[in-house]
Nanobody, 119 residues
């Protein structure tokens, strides 16, 4: 059974930092590209960042480039998102997922973790 459990969200002031974690199970974690997405109230879920399965190549949405860093620990089946210089517009529920080669997410979504950035 595939399971994704996100954690690490919270309330932070603008300019602050948070580190999100996503523990994955049910698939051979190290074989998959992993990604982070977010969904703000009233908006569609959007891509945030992705990391390749083994080489560690990373990809970011323009809105977070230079502020967010995605990483992974294949031994722990966990992907992380370090978020620095947070802005109120980063407020959203953040989700992780397994990705196809075209960065399309597949599999069931977890419960997500709420990030709220106050101005």
């Amino acid at each position: 059974q595939v399971q994704l459990v996100e954690s690490g969200g919270g309330l932070v002031q603008a300019g602050g930092s948070l580190r999100l974690s996503c523990a994955a199970s049910g698939r051979t974690f190290s074989s998959y590209v992993m990604g982070w997405f977010r969904q703000a109230p009233g908006k569609e879920r959007e891509f945030v960042a992705a990391i390749s399965s083994r080489s560690g190549s990373t990809y970011y949405a323009d809105s977070v480039k230079g502020r967010f860093t995605i990483s992974r620990d294949n031994a722990k089946n966990t992907v992380y998102l370090q978020m620095n210089s947070l802005k109120p517009e980063d407020t959203a529920v953040y989700y992780c997922n397994f990705l196809k080669s075209d960065f399309t997410p597949f599999g069931s979504w977890g419960q997500g973790t709420q990030v709220t950035v106050s101005s």
